[in-house]
């Protein structure tokens, strides 16, 4: 798995082994046992990477190097305890300040924008049907510049209808179906960010069966 000792490497996020931290709910520091931490976690990984990355991707690949260039994995999702906050059970962690033009710079940005972005992102578990979930993701290529790639596996996706969208609403690319589709490439600079979004299967259709006799 890509989140495997994938965490924020910083010391205080280790492992109680001492051990990079796993991302997601699968680890860190708040782990003393192997597994998700939440029963209800219905999470999925994400990789984008520029044209000099180390990463080894298209997803799957095997455990990410210590020190990521050009490249970063994400992890999303719904479990029924998250917050629209930064949940330290999950292992979201604030990231540093963005680096300066020039550096590759990839980060999901929550809610409400109180943090200076993300890794993880895990939503508590949508309680109706109707309307979206929107993962909002910046972007900052490195001094390889573009494409920036993004790949996924879609047998992973929690149950729904899930698209990859620029955040100008569809000014630079068409919506990507990412249920039949595992990879993308954004090749115009243009592009600064884009929202992963969420829908509930069937969310936007309502149909009744009317007794016979009966017309509309």
Same mark, same amino acid.
């Given at each position: 798995?890509?989140?495997?000792?994938?965490?924020?490497?910083?010391?205080?996020?280790?492992?109680?082994?001492?051990?990079? &931290?796993?991302? /997601?709910?699968?680890?860190?520091?708040?782990?003393?046992?192997?597994?998700?931490?939440?029963?209800?976690?219905?999470?999925?990984?994400?990789?984008?990477?520029?044209?000099?990355?180390?990463?080894?991707?298209?997803?799957?690949?095997?455990?990410?190097?210590?020190?990521? +260039?050009?490249?970063?994995?994400?992890?999303?999702?719904?479990?029924?305890?998250?917050? @629209?906050?930064? =949940?330290?059970?999950?292992?979201?962690?604030?990231?540093?300040?963005?680096?300066?033009?020039? +550096?590759? @710079?990839?980060?999901?940005?929550?809610?409400?924008?109180?943090?200076?972005?993300?890794?993880?992102?895990?939503?508590?578990?949508?309680?109706?049907?109707?309307?979206?979930?929107?993962?909002?993701?910046?972007?900052?290529?490195? =001094?390889?510049?573009?494409?920036?790639?993004?790949?996924?596996?879609?047998?992973?996706?929690? +149950?729904?209808?899930?698209?990859?969208?620029?955040?100008? /609403?569809?000014?630079?690319?068409?919506?990507?179906?990412? &249920?039949?589709?595992?990879?993308?490439?954004?090749?115009?600079?243009? +592009?600064? #960010?884009?929202?992963?979004?969420?829908?509930?299967? &069937? #969310?936007?259709?309502?149909?009744?069966?009317?007794?016979?006799?009966?017309?509309?």
């Amino acid at each position: 798995s890509p989140v495997i000792d994938a965490g924020d490497p910083a010391g205080p996020y280790q492992d109680t082994d001492g051990s990079r &931290n796993d991302m /997601g709910a699968f680890g860190g520091p708040l782990s003393s046992t192997p597994g998700p931490q939440s029963p209800s976690a219905d999470l999925f990984q994400l990789l984008v990477e520029g044209p000099n990355s180390n990463c080894g991707g298209p997803l799957p690949v095997g455990q990410l190097p210590d020190i990521l +260039v050009d490249c970063e994995s994400f992890t999303m999702g719904f479990a029924d305890e998250a917050t @629209d906050g930064l =949940d330290a059970a999950f292992n979201e962690v604030e990231q540093p300040p963005r680096p300066p033009a020039g +550096v590759f @710079d990839a980060r999901l940005l929550q809610v409400g924008g109180i943090s200076k972005g993300q890794l993880v992102d895990v939503r508590q578990t949508p309680a109706s049907a109707l309307g979206e979930v929107v993962f909002s993701m910046s972007l900052q290529a490195g =001094d390889g510049g573009l494409p920036l790639v993004f790949t996924w596996d879609p047998s992973t996706l929690p +149950v729904g209808n899930w698209t990859l969208r620029d955040a100008a /609403g569809g000014s630079f690319f068409a919506r990507i179906d990412m &249920n039949t589709n595992s990879s993308f490439e954004i090749t115009d600079s243009a +592009v600064s #960010s884009v929202a992963v979004v969420f829908q509930a299967e &069937n #969310s936007g259709e309502c149909t009744y069966d009317l007794p016979a006799g009966w017309y509309m």
